[in-house]
């Protein structure tokens, strides 16, 4: 067994690919640094991740996959699942090493479970800008917390940007702590340091709140309450369209 140790980063990742090609060997785990090594070990690298190395793999894939491929590799990235990276360097090695494109052979079954694994995060983006809700801060600030399930808030920060251009906002990630601040020009990536109550709960509390927030939150919880017509209530539909994960930060399901 051979494994490789890298930074748990993209450009980590494309390093890998690059020094296995070097060296002529190639993994059969891949692990973060200081994690320990399972049993039966023949082999063990440490990869520096590498600028230099990773853009000329990525170039390399350029000449290889269409644009919706690369994007779905680092898509999938986001995914975070355990095995994400070992999938993508299989997918990355035997896109490099084939004269046709791989990227529609889904009878070859890495790429048929990255493509799955795609339609997973891709889904939960749309879920993102579905059920994100807005509170307004006693400065004006719309503040808005969200958990999702892969790493996918960077997805979905320029259709908010087109959407709210407007107002200032912060939507942070609670799960992995942090998240994206607009000051009506830019998007800046921020980590809030204090463990406040709302970077706990999700929700600001009322004495962070703007004047006529609270108002506005109790019309539209009135507003989804009226619009539910009784005799059609299908609570296992509803969380289907709705799954319950999300309620902690949807104010329509705040008591």
């Not at 490099?96 to 990255?114: K, M």
Request: hydrophobic share 40%; charged share 25%.
């Amino acid at each position: 067994m051979i494994v490789f140790r890298y930074d748990k980063t993209f450009e980590g990742l494309l390093t890998v690919v690059f020094d296995a090609y070097y060296r002529r060997t190639f993994p059969d785990v891949l692990l973060a640094e200081g994690e320990p090594l399972p049993l039966f070990v023949d082999d063990s690298f440490t990869v520096i991740a590498d600028e230099e190395k990773s853009n000329r793999v990525w170039a390399g894939l350029q000449k290889k996959l269409s644009t919706s491929a690369l994007s779905c590799i680092t898509t999938c990235w986001l995914s975070e699942l355990p095995h994400i990276d070992m999938l993508l360097f299989r997918y990355i090695c035997k896109a490099i090493d084939s004269r046709q494109s791989i990227e529609v052979n889904f009878a070859d079954p890495d790429v048929l479970e990255l493509a799955q694994i795609w339609k997973k995060v891709c889904a939960e983006r749309r879920r993102m800008l579905q059920f994100v809700r807005f509170q307004k801060a006693a400065d004006g600030t719309f503040f808005a917390a969200f958990e999702p399930m892969y790493n996918v808030l960077a997805l979905a920060i320029p259709h908010f940007k087109d959407r709210f251009s407007d107002q200032k906002w912060i939507i942070y990630d609670l799960k992995r702590s942090y998240g994206y601040y607009y000051d009506l020009n830019t998007v800046e990536e921020i980590t809030l340091e204090t463990e406040a109550a709302h970077l706990v709960s999700g929700m600001l509390d009322e004495t962070q709140m703007a004047e006529d927030e609270k108002l506005f939150q109790e019309m539209w919880k009135t507003y989804f309450k009226s619009i539910a017509i009784k005799e059609r209530i299908n609570p296992k539909l509803h969380k289907q369209n709705m799954p319950v994960r999300y309620w902690k930060h949807l104010t329509e399901k705040q008591l």
